[in-house]
């Protein structure tokens, strides 16, 4: 099973990142995924997530109406669309399912710095 985060970087007050991460070892359509942040210090957070067909999505108080999550089945691929970024929003970004939360597998994540 492999996690793979990628689209992080440095952005400045009110930019655009679109996060991605790569799924494979388990079937990835046949499950919700999520993406979640910690930042140095803090709790993680959830951050949004998605039903395994897309259909329904959820979003932090937050992040909602900044930030979209979305998927690509035929790809494997989580995405999470991040507009109107604040230097709140710095964390290091990873992606999950319940199960592989359960089983305590994780990607190296992306970070995300947020800074002018």
């Known amino acids: 099973v492999q996690l793979l985060e990628s689209g992080g970087g440095l952005v400045q007050p009110g930019g655009s990142l679109r996060l991605s991460c790569r799924v494979s070892g388990f079937t990835f359509s046949s499950a919700d995924m999520m993406w979640s942040r910690q930042a140095p210090g803090k709790e993680r957070e959830l951050v949004a997530d998605i039903t395994n067909t897309g259909s329904s999505t959820n979003y932090a108080d937050s992040v909602r109406g900044r930030f979209t999550i979305s998927r690509d089945n035929n790809k494997n691929t989580l995405y999470l669309q991040m507009n109107s970024l604040k230097p709140e929003d710095t964390a290091r970004y990873y992606c999950?399912?319940?199960?592989?939360?359960?089983?305590?597998?994780w990607g190296q994540g992306t970070q995300v710095t947020v800074s002018s």
């Open positions: 999950n399912s319940d199960w592989t939360i359960s089983v305590d597998i």
